[in-house]
């Protein structure tokens, strides 16, 4: 019987291209190769070479689950006519692999800005969701000159020790790697009921077939998770300088508004905060046209600014 998520899959590549973005494969380093979906006029020849992108550049750095495009394509195809839309997977997910045995996030945002650079983007906004958000946070202080400005919904800036010892076990959890990682139907079922404000009817069938195709590096990616807890005591909230969009969802059951409101005063005044109602976690799929177009306006602020200068 076919997999309905896996037959999906395809279809969205193609919808992909048709937006104008192709899949490029980018060696970091020996073992090291991030997929990244970028502006098909950026590819100079199937060489491996790329040039500089002729509109503003958006990064959209996907949450852990799935890959790039499966999360981020009613963004990608709706910001692709007026910036240069760039798409990665990051390590372990999509087709991004690494023979290294670093895990941390500090090392997805190293690879990430490395890749970047080899495809010829010198200046971005990365819009980070979740685990993205995370990795945003790493790459806005590896290299400020690089990003311009976050985006970041449904993340904090470092999932410390409290934060998990304060949600896990109150949601019924012993790990995120539970939550995240689901090994039944039913497990893939209360990630998505934990992921948004009103899960929709979906058939079992759905459940099956989406922990039978987006599961591919389970150990990998349980490592990867174990990596991002860190000890409250080496958190510290650094001082960027870059602006912080929070753009977020009521009803995140994972980090809710009472967090995002705490980064932000943490962060002064270069941080401000934005909600979109009757939305969960994964506020880009469940209200993608609310999310956009938030997401539009913030990015129209930026480049105003940027035009000011």
């Known amino acids: 019987m076919v997999n309905v998520v896996a037959a999906v899959r395809p279809i969205l590549h193609g919808v992909a291209k048709l937006a104008g973005l192709t899949p490029q494969k980018v060696e970091i380093e020996p073992g090291t190769i991030i997929n990244i979906w970028v502006p098909k006029q950026t590819v100079v020849n199937k060489d491996h070479e790329w040039k500089k992108p002729n509109k503003p550049v958006v990064v959209l750095a996907h949450p852990f689950s799935a890959d790039g495009i499966t999360m981020w394509l009613f963004q990608a195809m709706a910001l692709a006519g007026d910036y240069a839309v760039y798409v990665p997977d990051f390590l372990f997910f999509g087709g991004s692999t690494t023979s290294s045995t670093e895990r941390t996030a500090l090392f997805q945002a190293e690879c990430l800005c490395r890749c970047l650079r080899k495809v010829g983007v010198e200046r971005c906004t990365v819009v980070g ?9 790493k790459m806005a ?7 311009k400005a976050m985006v970041v919904s449904s993340t904090v800036i470092e999932l410390t020790e409290s ?3 304060a949600w896990l076990p109150r949601h019924g959890f ?8 689901p090994r039944t139907p039913e497990g893939v ?6 992921g948004t404000h009103k899960l929709p009817w979906l058939p079992h069938f759905f459940y099956k077939d989406y922990l ?8 990998e990616q349980a490592e990867l998770l174990e990596a991002l807890v860190v000890s409250d005591k ?3 909230v650094p001082d ?3 602006r912080i969009y929070f753009l977020w969802a009521d009803d995140d059951k994972i980090f809710n508004l009472e967090l995002a409101n705490s980064m932000k005063k943490q962060l002064g005044e270069k941080a401000s905060l934005q909600y979109i109602k009757n939305a969960g976690h994964l506020v880009q799929w469940e209200r993608p046209c609310a999310y956009t177009s938030h997401l539009k306006e913030i990015l129209a602020s930026i480049y105003q600014i940027k035009k000011q200068i």
């Open 212 to 219: 039978e195709a987006m599961f591919d590096h389970r150990k």
């Open 234 to 236: 080496d958190s510290t």
């Open 240 to 242: 960027y300088p870059q």
């Open 174 to 181: 012993a790990s995120w790697s539970e939550l995240l990682l």
């Open 163 to 165: 934060i998990s010892n």
């Open 189 to 194: 079922k209360v990630l998505f009921t934990v």
């Open 129 to 137: 969701l979740s685990y993205g958000g995370m990795v945003a946070f």
């Open 141 to 147: 202080r590896l290299d400020p000159d690089l990003v």
